[in-house]
């Protein structure tokens, strides 16, 4: 039962998943995202407004051109990188040591995390040596604290 | 003397450089002999009180500085250098007066003035701990001689051009800064910016003396929440100026720059609440003392950034070599607090340690590690291009794509901490608490889920793969959903504080609320500030749905676009002193009927010189559904038709009324606390039962003034007699 369940579930993502994803509008959408105006107005290339821009009807025109040319995406990446150099990118994306850019803020988040909980587990040990004795947990006890609580809920 | 005004500005800041010198030098000498007990020729008190004096008196003569340069503005002096790039006659006197801070050197001394002027508050209220402000005051003065510095010696506003005599006319000031929000946006960030001085000084002042207790953290609280308020307002003007003058259609791009305002408002926003533990448990002492030394350096290295062509931006100032004295202010500001530290780390010991994993002290630690995560994100994505180059010798973008990968998760994870930190308890949270605390705020987000996504938010669906939104529109459900789960979760917490109120003294609920809030105007109004954080994060999310749409729109050309039916009525050209331009009239209609007439303008500044300077003006029907936002973006060279494009940005109001709503609860939170006063009142003798509230038992009368009914507390004091007179 759980077996055809979690099939189910798995087919419906993947078929989910893949809806749309080979439309080619879309894919001059989203490349055209992930490459930048050139001209300095530090836009995005699909959303660079300047009428009569030097630079985003070239590199438009030639997004068509690789698209149509059935470029993969690393293609048309590394087309505009040789042509534009790497600011046509609006991310990095050529691997090597732009995967340090991703890598990072994640590995900061992640040293960071595992700092606290052993922060945390430090403080809780040095603590709990330092009470000598818990108090005995009863519903009696429970309750007023549930109650000074809700009565002193107004003042920290 | 040929330029009288700009020699007084000059002088004026000569002046206010020596007096702030003085401050310094006299200010730590005196601090030395009474820390040690040395005895000088004059008494240390006298010189201290001297310091403060010379430190009043700097303000008064950059301010006298600030109104020369005024002036030469007003009467449209072309003689000074700054006011001859910066203004011409045309320029009406509003803009003239903005211009103030519309380069380099006038911003610096916006700067210095604005420095001044805290340090002139602080200065004058020293009487709450003479000690403690007289070592803020001194390092404070420390700061102000590197800004004074560099108006007298490195970026000059009063420097006279070649020759002395100026032409007739000056090159006028940049269109893209002649925006209402130019009069009022630098100011803000600034006093932001340079409101974080103040607590930097208070905390390394409170270090080298080794202050005891945590009184200075009492002082310097109003300091800071009025600097991150600034710095806040500072932050949304730019996002609202971005949206109505540069025409991309959206707030923020991830520029440089603003990303340099957002960095030491992240590290500020993360001190103001690890400072709570400090506080009420004694903890996080030497983590809190960084997190404002950190807030400070940021303040420099955002100013370092934005002036020193470090990184390329937009917004950045022209490029000059003042970030070398911006590089050797930070190694001097950063080997003073280090030294300080080492020099004073005992004296941070925690009080206190963690008593459990699930308690508001825990969460707050994560609410630290996120806020700082969020912070090195932004100040990694800006330096990397930098670091890419110095490694493999070319410049790579950190555009909009990789901080919308990597900065939302962690924002979102931030939101989910709003909402979970408050409904944790000091100390230790049991199990039925948090039961009782989450399980409205979980049924909310499930409920908003599915409503959500019966309304078409379906990251799945194939309009948004074809889109290619897949990640924005998932972001999107979850940001809304959790959003509304923490909304409720304040709610929660505002109604059962309420009804305790409304158990205690009888009043109606709406009452009962605000008493509540009165009472602890800090954590209700920090409540609010949640809740206005969390509706800027709706609107945020909002982004994840816009549309837009070009097209060339002729004499009753019409376009349908998000539920509007736009008509062009007509379009024209004029032509005024300070700006030739070219524009359309719009009409907008919603379900039939014509809501408003939009007007958006491309204008070109300069026109007959050569560098004349193109302009949009947007044109924005706002509701809280969404804006319809217009750009007249050119004409069509062959045909003279106007190019107009159309974004329909959801939910963008939602953003500034959370600001609104995070401004007012900043301003509760400041209010001082309604004190409950107390009274000892006559009891009869025959009043003694054993059901009865024991003999003098102090009546709290903190709501007095509204007559509601007395409340008895239990545990005070008993008079000396029965009858016994009032005391």
Known sequence: MYKRALQLVLIVFVAFTMLGASSPSARFGRLGHDLMCTCGCSQILLECNHVGCPNSTGEIADLHAQLDAGGTDAQVFKFFTVKYGPIALAEPVRGGFDTVAWIGPFAFLLFGIILILLLLRLWKKRHDRLTPVALPATPDADALRNRIRDETNYGE | MPHPMPFFGSVSLLLALGLAVYTLLAGTLSLWAIAHGRALAVAPERIRETAR??????????????????????????????????????????????????????????????????????????????????????????????????????????????????????FGLNPLLQYAEMMIHPPMLYLGYVGFSVPFAFALGALMMRYPGEKWIAITRRWTMVAWLFLTCGIILGMHWAYAVLGWGGYWGWDPVENASLMPWLTGTAFLHSVMMQEKRGMMKGWNVWLIFTTFILTILGTLLTRSGLVASVHAFAESDIGTWFVWFLVLVLGVCLFTYLYNRDHLKNENHLESLVSRESSFLFNNLVLLAACFTVLWGTLFPVLSEFVQGSKVTMGAPFYNRVAVPIGIFLLFLTGVGPLLAWRSTSLRAIRRNFVLPCIAIIVTTLVLIIAGVRPWSADTQAAGDVGSSIYALVCIALGVGVITAIAAEFLRGANVVHTQTGKNLFESTILLTRRNTRRYGGYLIHFGVVVMFIGLAGSAFNQSREAEMSFGDSMNVGGYKVVCQSYSEDSNANYDSQFALLDVYHNGKLITRLAPERRVYFVNTDHAQPSTIVAIHSSLENDLYVVFEGTNPDNQKPIIKFFINPLVNWIWVGVVIVIFGTFIALVPPLKPSTRRVEVPANFLSPAAPPLGSVISTGAQRS?????FRSGSSAPASPGAPHV
Do not use: C, M
């Open chain 2, 53 to 170: 004096r010379a430190g009043i008196a700097s303000f008064i003569a950059v301010t006298a500085a600030a109104f020369a340069l005024i002036w030469a503005f007003a009467t449209n002096d072309f003689s000074v250098d700054y006011v001859l790039h910066h203004s011409s006659i045309a320029l009406p006197w509003y803009w003239k007066f903005s211009s103030i801070w519309a380069g380099q050197e006038g911003s610096l001394l916006l700067w210095a003035w604005l420095l001044a002027g805290y340090g002139f508050v602080l200065r004058i209220r020293h009487k709450s701990d003479i000690t403690l402000h007289a070592y803020a005051s001194t390092i404070l003065a420390g700061v102000q001689i590197f800004f004074l510095l560099l108006i007298n010696f490195v970026a000059l506003p009063f420097a006279i051009v070649p020759g002395g005599i100026g032409p007739a006319d000056g």
């Open chain 2, 707 to 711: 007559g509601e009914t007395p409340v």
